[in-house]
């Protein structure tokens, strides 16, 4: 098959073999290139939607885009329960089997320096939510009071106000706690920007969005930490999620996209 090279990960070499149904993206099964002490796991893409120009029009196609990251995440996700993989970037194709080679030749001493750090170790994701309001039922609930006057109003409205200032700021001492306790039971932490709730889809107000390197073989305590606390809180959801191979923790050894091509 002719294309351009799309490159997943980078990783050790492995014995366990891939899923054999797995399909990469545009339907290629991926497959392992090796080079000196590092394999990459790269499928065939077609030129027409992966050269730069074309790719870079598709970034506009959000639900081509959602095909490609899923089929990307497919291969991430496989290759983690075999082995401790390098992700690379959405997007990174390269011209032709050389052109991977060539890459790993380039970055082989950052590749392995990376790959002993993040080696037999996953990342969680956790989320802090403030709850949106609910809404009453009105079958259940009498109808709100009208206020009797201008003074009533404000009244209520400060009650109101006060009432989400107070949850607001009881979320962002419950995230800053979490976050010292998880953070105690992994071996890094990264503090990523809250969540924006019209893109994510999630409901409620996102506080904390951090990932965790933590050791495989400590994962099952790291997950009993987080769910001990997920009825603690009354109006806020804490969301866990993984485990993922490490992209937080990749650092700046991650090849960017359209790099050979």
Not at 187 to 201: C, K
């Amino acid at each position: 098959m002719t294309g351009l090279r799309y490159v997943y990960a980078v990783c050790r070499p492995f014995g366990a073999p891939l899923q054999a149904q797995l399909a990469g993206v545009a339907g290629d099964p991926p497959r392992v290139l090796t080079h000196h002490g590092l394999v990459a796991v790269v499928s065939h893409v077609p030129e027409a939607d992966f050269a730069e120009e074309p790719f870079r029009a598709h970034l506009e196609d959000l639900d081509w885009l959602t095909t490609v990251a899923r089929a990307h995440q497919g291969v991430i996700d496989a290759l983690t329960t075999v082995t401790t993989p390098l992700p690379l970037r959405l997007g990174t194709v390269f011209r032709d089997d050389s052109g991977v080679r060539t890459m790993m030749e380039a970055r082989e001493e950052s590749f392995l320096r990376t790959l002993d750090r993040l080696d037999g170790r996953v990342e969680w994701g956790v989320k802090v939510f403030v709850e949106a309001e609910q809404t009453p039922d009105p079958a259940a609930a009498p109808p709100p009071r009208k206020p009797a006057s201008g003074r009533d109003y404000l009244r209520q409205r400060r009650r109101e106000t006060k009432s989400h200032d107070d949850l607001w700021q009881r979320a962002e001492a419950f995230s800053t706690h979490l976050h010292e306790t998880l953070s105690g039971c992994a071996e890094d932490s990264r503090l990523h920007a809250p969540q924006n709730p019209t893109l994510s889809g999630a409901s409620g107000r996102n506080v904390l969005n951090a990932a965790y390197l933590v050791p495989r073989a400590e994962s099952e305590k790291f997950v009993e930490t987080v769910e001990r606390t997920r009825d603690g809180a009354p109006g806020i959801r804490v969301e866990l999620t993984g485990p993922w191979a490490a992209y937080s923790f990749a650092g700046d050894e991650s090849v960017t996209g359209e790099e050979g091509a």
